[in-house]
């Protein structure tokens, strides 16, 4: 499918039209005026053509054409889950556990998995002969609670039963470039009735979205009502046919050949009363603070191209004018100049094409495109055992992370920096490691980075600024710390002179009071005499 951006960079191409026709018709005038005015119009002609193809080019250039897919690695911290439920009426038999229908049996199941999911973002999606979004995706479990607990064949209007347009609803409920990982789980007996199941579990397989079938119900038939409240069938559980749609699915997979091995299983299917089944679906999720690799599918721009095909068209327009109409011999050396430029152009290696890619994001703050393209060119790296390619892959891949304050990520891309290095990456990649140090408050650490950075490079400014600085921290926090202790050994020397002061005080008060008690008994004593 093509996708353009800028759908209005087209109206550019009707500037062509009056800029050819007076290129042709000056040509036109030019060439009746001189003797040899049909060899250099013909030259004249061709160099205007090649030219006006150049614009051209750079116009669908600049119109962002892209077309195709392509696997791209991205950084994801946490989880979030879109919950299927097939609400038509063979969900109401009942041959569940304990006599309940399949329907009430997801439900139960449904609940016991959103009590462990704490902190997990999820969408409910309910599928009958279509697939509508109940619930977007939301962290307010109680709206999610609200909706299972309303489940049922009459919320749907739709005859039917389609999974697979359920499935379709929940992978356009995830937002666009979603930092969370993504899981599809679909509980379902599958049993339907427009046989679309397969290919939106093949379609989900090819844009990495992970869907998980949960089946409920048995393989003996049960007979249930149909939507007309009249016409009795009979349904049963078709894990066979789920099994082998999700064997079938998974090989359709798009991932790179070394990631093969984990979304080998990326579309399963487990029974629901199955030993351990809902313990295998909570696995699925990472946990929230867990940051994790994972691929997305984006269309594949092809600017690239087009942009080529401005500089060929306009080598050749320059080449045009030194044609010599009869034997060609005075542009040989142009038609060289032009086959030796396109040679230069498709030997351009992809790995750093993909690192410029990422710097040129990273400069417009696109962080998450950034981060894609870096990790990509670090996959790249390892598979074709490039290490200077893989060094700064990870460097910049680093840099990104600490944009995005995902500091324990960056730290973890900076220990990836081989020690063969070159001194100024070596340089660049302590002085970062200060930087994560200096962030989280370890100034002393930081110090030691921004050292470590001078050592491989002296003339790292940068580093010699950032180490003054954490110096200047760190004696500050030693000097706080210090005043602090001497504050609280005055503190407590006023209450031991306080405390003396009081005693004295009181000292006092005591003999004043004996010398009174002892007069009074004197004259006593002489009255009684």
Known sequence: MIAIERPYAFLFLLLTIPTGWLCFYRIARISGRIKAGKRLSLRLKIRTIFRLLACVSIVFAFAGISWGSR???VQKSGDAVSLVFDISYSMTARDAPGGISRLEAAKLYAFNLLKRMEGVPVSVVIAKG???????????????????????PELMTSAGSSIGKGITAAIKSFPSNMAQASHI?????????????????????????????VGFGTAKPVE?????????????????????YAAAASKKAVMPHRKASAYADAITYISADSEGSGWILLKQ???????????????????????????????????????NTDILSGGKSSIMMVFILCSLFTSCNSGKSTVLNGSFAWHQKKYQNAAANFLRAWTEGQKEQNQKLSDYAAYNLASTYIMQEEYEAALNRLEQVSPEADSKLKSRTYYNMGIIASRTGDYKKAGDFFKFAIIEDGSNIDAKINLEFSQQQLESRQAKSAEKQMSSVQIDKN?????????????????????????????????DY
Not at 130 to 152: K, Y
Request: aromatic share 8%.
């Open 224 to 244: 249930v009502t149909a939507g007309d409240g009249k016409t009795k069938v009979k349904t049963s559980l078709r894990a066979g046919r789920m099994i082998d």
């Open 185 to 213: 789980w679909v509980f379902t007996d599958g049993d339907e009735t427009d046989n679309g199941l397969a290919s939106a579990l093949e379609d989900a397989a090819r844009f990495a979205f992970p869907v998980t079938l």
């Open 285 to 323: 999720l990472a946990g929230k603070a867990a940051v994790s690799e994972s691929y997305d599918m984006k269309s594949v721009p092809r600017h690239g191209i087009f942009i080529f095909l401005t500089i060929f068209f306009l080598i050749c327009s320059f080449a045009a004018g030194e044609i």
């Open 495 to 527: 209450e031991a002179s306080l405390a003396d002061a009081v005693y004295t005080l009181i000292q006092q008060q005591e003999q004043e009071r004996w010398k009174r008690l002892q007069s009074n008994k004197k004259n006593d004593s002489t009255l």
């Open 71 to 73: 696997t791209f690695p």
């Open 130 to 152: 279509d697939g509508v979004i109940a619930v977007p995706l939301t962290d307010d479990s109680a709206a999610v609670e609200a909706i299972l607990s309303s489940l049922s």
